[in-house]
């Protein structure tokens, strides 16, 4: 049972790891401090902030937001560290409110990794205060707590800093402040448009095309402590420049700027499209109403939706745009109705407090009608909510349903009729399709996940148990979790579709793929691939073919590297295959010496920069056993499932999103179609 705290109370922590969940009724910057057992913190570089995210032991996301997930390892922080301050403030010097009084009050969770509630907090009481400190945990002995505190402060963040000890705590609020709006320049929408200005999709469609390129947000697997928190940051996608938040450690594509150096930033709504024409609805409510302002969308939104209505200089780059402005919409638009739905709740619950409170209004008629009236306006609120929530619900199942027919097949699901039409392509994809992802609101409202190509992080398939339950899979209905073996063969199915696609969306003889399989437990998988010629041979066991193939590839990694380094790219061997490569390593890191797990570890990290990629298929739990060794190796790589699992969370809000894995419908034949026209065209070129 979830422990409902107020001031000053306590509660015990069951266990070291956790996550702390913010939701506010406008946007706030979050921030935590380590601290003394006094509490005093006297080094700057013990406080995460905006614009400094990262702490032993803890992350913070890297931008203002309506929500909010720390992520806490309470093991690994310094021996000295005593007590763990979150600090929340409300951004200066940009549209909102300038107190916490003028918004529904703030509400702390502190959750296990799995999303178990263990305490609440619902800061009530605030006026003037536009900075305050919400929850400390702390040790007693060898265990922890967490305590209320609730303290605010009208002096704002400046004033807190001070408090908790910081020096120079001015110019540190400064610096803050100065972060958070660098994020929010690339993340708030625009202004709304003059008079006379086209919006919704007329508007998309008039955005000029890029000029260049810029990180967009994507989703982050935020079970991982490191990771976690930074959901409510801004990065990229794919790797290098920074989904998930920070940079590093992104868990998903990166997008192009759907407008030029000159426009307007791009819009966040419920309407907002990365061409930045799309904005307005979504935004969580400023306090009072409790209820999603009406977005311009919808407002204008008449409009019949159009494939490909964002910017971009093509057809693939304006439906990319546009399928990562619809998980953002859909992000931000859930996001308000349970803003307000959670401003309702804390709002009937201070009502009927008050009741409670008055002795005279307990019992009788007078006492019924007035909870009545309370019930009555909670349900206005909830209902009011819903309303706004299942109309743009209703205007994004509108786009997708025109949007997904017309994805070529990099974007498209492997039930599309477009691969009945395949061809093998003359050109390389910006981006390829890794599933789907959707929330619980609307479960049948599927948004593709995208990733940008070359892919600059490696993919790990979990073949770990799925926390969904029975029913996980697209099976029997009420099926029990696949057992181990189950889920290894569904891990490498997975990996075998995404290998096949990244095959087939590129030009004949521009991708090749390598298997590591030590136990020879892949062939039946493989056998797409096998039939259709596109692998000669199933690929060869034990762990002589391990050090074979890691060798030939590391050795193919720095005779490319020193040749860019040198300039010399064109003295490279005239034996040395120049199209991308994709290792396809099963069952890790069973088979695997510590030389072999340090020459994975170089290919991961150094790959990428000259074409050469990774995609593992291993249970991680199983890889803990390994030790320290692994883990900068699966941390840096985006972690898929072979079944619905919902360990994805957006960049804005931090919802938890369910990931449905890209395969082939049971019983299609698609696989071998598409692999044997890739086949035959690689014969052909080699003639």
Partial sequence: MTAELVRGQNHPLPQTRVEIRISAGSPVTPGATLGGEDGRVSDPGRIAHPGAPQLPGLEVPGQAAVAHRLAVDLDVMPPDVERVHVLLALPAGVPGPRSFGAIAPPSVAVTGLDGTAIARFVITGLDSESAVTAVELYRRGDAWKIRAVGQGYAGGLAAMLADQGLPEAQQLAADIERAVAEGLARAVAPAPPAAGQQTGAGARRAQPPA???????????????????????????????????????????????????????????????????????????????????????????????????????SMAERLYNQVWAMFEDLARTVAAYRSAV?????????????????????????????????????????DRAREVLDRDLGQLVAEAG?????????????????????????????????????????????????VRLPLERGLWVDSGASPLGPGALDADPGRAFPDSAERRALALDTAVAHAARLLSVHPAGEFNVHFIDPGGTATAALT??????????????????????????????????????????????????????LLVVNDFPHGFDDRAINQLRYLADEGPSVGVHLLIVADREDAKGYGPLLDPLWRGMLRLTPTPDDHLADPWIGHAWTYEPARAPRGSRVLEQVLAQVAAARRALRR
Avoid at 350 to 364: I, K, S, T, V
Avoid at 559 to 574: E, T
Avoid at 576 to 581: H, M, R
């Fill in 211 to 313: 000029e260049g390129r810029q990180a967009q947000a994507g989703p982050v697997d935020y079970r991982h402590p490191r990771r976690a928190a930074a959901a409510g940051s801004a990065g990229a996608a794919n790797g290098g420049s920074g989904t998930s938040g920070t940079s590093g450690t992104s868990g998903a594509p990166r997008a192009s700027a759907a407008a030029p150096p000159s426009a307007p930033p791009p819009g966040v709504g419920a309407g907002s499209t990365a061409g930045g024409a799309r904005q307005g609805a979504g935004s969580a409510p400023a306090g009072g109403g409790g209820v999603p302002p009406q977005s311009d969308r919808s407002a204008a939104g008449s409009a019949e939706p159009v494939a490909g209505d964002a910017a971009g200089w």
């Fill in 342 to 382: 959670d401003f309702a709740d804390s709002r009937m619950d201070r009502e009927l407090d008050r009741l409670l409170a008055d002795p005279r209004a307990r019992m009788g008629s007078v006492a019924d009608s007035a909870r009545a009236e309370v019930l009555a306006r909670h349900s206005t609120l909830v």
């Fill in 402 to 450: 025109v949007v997904e027919p017309a994805l070529p097949p990099a974007y498209a699901s492997w039930a599309s009729p477009v691969w009945h039409e395949y061809e093998v392509p003359e050109d390389a994809p910006m981006a390829l399709r890794l599933g789907d992802l959707h929330l619980p609101e609307h479960t049948e409202l599927r948004i593709p996940l995208l």
């Fill in 528 to 581: 797409p691939l096998l039939h259709s010629g596109v692998l000669a041979e199933p690929p060869p066991k034990g762990a002589a073919a391990v050090t074979d193939t890691l060798t030939r590839l590391t050795e193919r990694i720095d005779l490319v590297q020193m040749a860019l380094r040198s300039g010399a790219a064109d003295a490279l061997p005239p034996d040395l295959d120049p199209a991308q490569q």
